[in-house]
């Protein structure tokens, strides 16, 4: 399998706004297979834009207006997704990524039970499975983001916030996705709940061998979860590097200024318990 599993080449992205907004600039980046890449910086700094704009899901205003995607499919395929057509993009992206969003566990539906939920995802994607199969799919899942099972006939009031978007999580690798990119997954949740849904994502990651591109403000977190971390100002990546590596020799002047507006990461025990 190759070792690269995106390749973003010369990526930008343009606000087409009264007063346009350059929110993406020439960005290239390789996305490692099996990596967490944390990426970095200020509200502002075009995380979003990126993570959405190499996956084609902006909207007018937004306008690529450089660049290439490649995915390098487990298969051995490489796909440019720039070459896709709407309904091969549809396909790629539930096939080959998913999302986990801020938030996401207030998207489940209320008057839907959980097990019921997670059954859609393989009905509408998975059409040869049979009714047995997505059943002990749906129960498999539940397990590995440890629910459990027996939460298949609870509705989302029934479970806490955590749990919640452990459903999510499980919604998200239902369809063994090769890249799960999370968008503040966790930023709602109480640090301990937090941290155990960090741990067990990395630990999935390894298990099933997906990459996850992890955007937050949080620089301790990443810190302690990312393999490497981008750090993103003004749509631009001005340093890439390993997570030791970036917290203890930090090459841009930035990126010292972001990990000095971190208090915590100045304390006696440090933050980097990996
Ligand atoms: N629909 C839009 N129209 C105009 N400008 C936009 C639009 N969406 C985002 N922008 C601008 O693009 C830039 C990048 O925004 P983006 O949301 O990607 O940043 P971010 O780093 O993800 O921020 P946050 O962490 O707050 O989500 C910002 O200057 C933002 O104001």
């Not at 440890?146 to 509705?155: E, I, N, P, T």
Request: proline share 4%; net charge negative; glycine share 8%.
């Amino acid at each position: 399998m190759p070792e690269t599993l995106m390749s973003i080449k010369d990526f930008s992205v343009l606000y087409d706004v009264e007063t346009p907004v350059e929110a993406v600039k020439h960005v290239s980046l390789e996305l490692k297979r099996g990596e967490i890449l944390g990426l970095a910086g200020e509200s502002g700094c075009g995380k979003t834009t990126l993570a959405y704009g190499v996956q084609r899901l902006l909207k007018p205003p937004a306008v690529i207006t450089s660049g290439s995607v490649h995915f390098h499919d487990a298969g051995g395929e490489v796909i440019d997704v720039n070459a896709l057509d709407a309904e091969a993009m549809r396909v790629f992206r539930w096939d080959k990524i998913s999302m986990v969003f801020q938030g996401a566990m207030n998207a489940l539906n209320p008057v839907a039970t959980i097990g019921a939920q997670l059954d859609d995802v393989f009905r509408i994607h998975r059409p040869g499975m049979t009714k047995a199969q997505r059943r002990a799919e749906c129960a498999d899942l539940l397990e590995i983001v440890a629910v459990g099972k027996d939460r298949l006939r609870s509705y989302p009031h029934e479970l806490s916030g955590g749990m919640r978007q452990r459903v999510m999580i499980a919604m998200a690798l239902a369809l063994r996705p090769q890249l799960m990119v999370m968008d503040e997954p966790t930023t709602a949740l109480d640090v301990l709940v937090q941290r155990e849904i960090l741990r067990q994502i990395s630990e999935l990651r390894h298990e099933f061998g997906f990459s996850v591109v992890f955007i937050t403000h949080d620089l301790p977190l990443l810190l302690e979860i990312s393999d490497r971390i981008a750090v993103m100002r003004s749509g631009e990546i001005v340093e890439l590097s390993g997570a030791r590596e970036l917290w203890e020799h930090p090459r841009h002047d930035y990126t010292r200024t972001l990990l000095a507006s971190f208090p915590r990461l100045t304390g006696e025990k440090g933050v980097l318990q990996r």
